[in-house]
Nanobody, 120 residues
């Protein structure tokens, strides 16, 4: 099986920065796309950003120019640098990875989530 563990969520003032990290472990042969999603209270989960194994990135319009996604393939980790945070960025942030495992077909795996709160 595969485990994704996020870290880095916190309470931050508007205009501040946070860096989220996600580490994947388990019976991993390879990871294709890794990404970050978020879910605010009363709203659907939405894509924030994702990155392929080749380094191609995609961002939601709401975070372009403020957030940067990066990954370290050797360590099966993905990070999200969040700058110029706004109250509307408040949400639980989830890591997702599309993983090929030994003995199982490729599948999506999710982390447990980390809370980001932007408030003065």
């Amino acid at each position: 099986q595969v485990q994704l563990v996020e870290s880095g969520g916190d309470l931050v003032q508007p205009g501040g920065s946070l860096r989220l990290s996600c580490a994947a472990s388990g019976s991993i042969l390879s990871i294709n796309t890794m990404g970050w999603y978020r879910q605010a209270p009363g709203k659907q989960r939405e894509l924030v950003a994702h990155i392929t194994s080749g380094g191609s990135t995609h961002y939601a319009d709401s975070v372009k120019g403020r957030f940067t996604i990066s990954r370290h393939n050797a360590g099966n980790t993905v990070e999200l640098q969040m700058n110029s945070l706004k109250p509307e960025d408040t949400a639980v942030y989830y890591c997702k990875a599309y993983v090929l495992t030994a003995g199982w077909g490729p599948s999506d795996y999710w982390g447990q989530g980390t809370q980001v709160t932007v408030s003065s």
